[in-house]
C-alpha cells in the first residue's frame, strides 16, 4: 500500500491569483478577519521577511515599501476552490481523506503496476489545469512519510518538479536525516522542544530512541509515529463523521447600534446556515 498526501501551496494567496495572474511571483499576504493579521505568505513574501501572524497595523509601512500586495480573507472563496481540488482528487482513488482546507490523502491500493512519479506529475497537472491552482504531491508507504515527501517536494521544486516518493529503506533513511524534528507531521512545538532537550534533533535521531523510552515519554501515539517513520502503516484514512453542530460565524467591522443593520446581517447569515445544512 501508498499513501499520496495533495497539498495546495499558499492556498489563500494561490486563490487571489487565480483571479489576479498578473500577482504570479508578486509577494502577496491575506489577512485574518477584519484584516487582523497575516494568516497566509506567497513564496515571495515569505521571502521578503513577513512572519506568519504579522500584525497588519504594525506593518503596513513594510509591506508599502516591499510592494507587498495585501488581500482581506474571503473564506466563501477558499472553500469553493478547495472543494473543486478535492472533487478532482477524489476522482485518482477510491480511498480519500480530505484532511484540512489544502491537503487530501489518497490511499493508493493496487496501483502496484502504475508509474507513480508519473502519476503524481498527472495529478499535480489535472489539478492546475482545471483551477490554476498549484499543488505537490508526496507518496510513500505511510501517512507520515507522505507528509515528509510533500515537504521535501514543497522544498525543492525545481529538483523534484512538485512530486516525490520515498518508497526504499534508502529513501526512508536520506529524508529522515534530513527533517528537523520540528518539521514532522504530528510533533507540535511543545514535543519537538522536549525531544531537543535529549539531543533529538533530527527525525532519525527521534526513530533511533527505544520504544519503551517512547511509550513512557510519548505516550503510544508517539511509538505509532515511529512506526509510520520507519515505513510501517499504522494509520488508516478517517472516515468522514457526520457534523454536530453548523456554524455561519463573523465579526462587525465597528461597533454599531443601527438595528436594521444587525437584523439583515442576523438574516443573511441565518440563511447561509441553512444551506449547509
Not at 112 to 120: F, I, N, P, S
Not at 153 to 163: E, I, L, Q, R, S
Not at 221 to 228: A, F, H, N, Y
Amino acid at each position: 500500500n501508498m499513501f499520496a498526501l495533495i497539498d495546495c501551496n499558499n492556498i489563500y494567496a494561490s486563490c487571489h491569483r487565480v483571479f489576479e495572474p498578473k500577482l504570479i511571483n508578486q509577494p502577496i499576504v491575506v489577512l485574518s478577519n477584519n484584516d487582523g493579521c497575516v494568516i497566509s505568505r506567497s513564496s515571495e513574501a515569505k521571502i521578503i521577511g513577513v512572519p506568519m501572524g504579522a500584525p497588519a497595523h504594525k506593518f503596513q509601512a513594510f509591506f508599502d515599501r516591499n510592494k507587498i500586495h495585501v488581500f482581506s480573507s474571503n473564506y466563501q472563496l477558499y472553500a469553493d476552490m478547495s472543494n473543486r481540488v478535492m472533487n478532482i482528487l477524489s476522482n485518482y482513488s477510491p480511498n480519500q481523506e480530505i484532511y484540512s482546507v489544502d491537503e487530501c490523502f489518497l490511499k493508493l491500493d493496487g496501483f502496484e503496476r502504475y508509474d507513480l512519479l508519473k502519476y503524481g506529475q498527472e495529478i499535480r497537472s489535472k489539478v492546475y489545469q482545471f483551477t490554476k491552482l498549484p499543488v505537490c504531491v508526496g507518496i510513500a508507504p505511510s501517512k507520515a512519510l507522505a507528509k515528509l515527501a510533500n515537504h521535501i517536494a514543497k522544498k525543492f521544486p525545481k529538483h523534484h518538479n512538485g512530486v516525490y516518493i520515498i518508497k526504499t529503506e534508502e529513501q526512508i533513511h536520506k529524508a529522515l536525516k534530513w527533517v528537523d524534528i520540528e518539521d514532522i507531521w504530528g510533533i507540535g512545538r511543545r514535543f519537538s522542544r522536549r525531544l531537543r532537550m535529549i539531543g533529538v534533533n533530527k527525525a532519525i535521531d527521534f526513530v533511533n530512541l527505544a520504544d519503551d523510552y517512547i511509550r513512557k515519554e510519548f505516550s503510544v501515539v508517539g511509538l505509532r509515529l515511529k512506526k509510520e517513520l520507519l515505513g510501517k502503516s499504522v494509520l488508516d484514512l478517517d472516515t468522514i463523521s457526520p457534523k454536530k453542530s453548523i456554524a455561519t460565524t463573523r465579526s462587525f467591522e465597528k461597533y454599531t447600534n443601527d438595528f436594521e443593520y444587525v437584523k439583515e446581517r442576523v438574516s443573511t447569515f441565518a440563511v447561509s446556515c441553512a444551506e449547509k445544512l
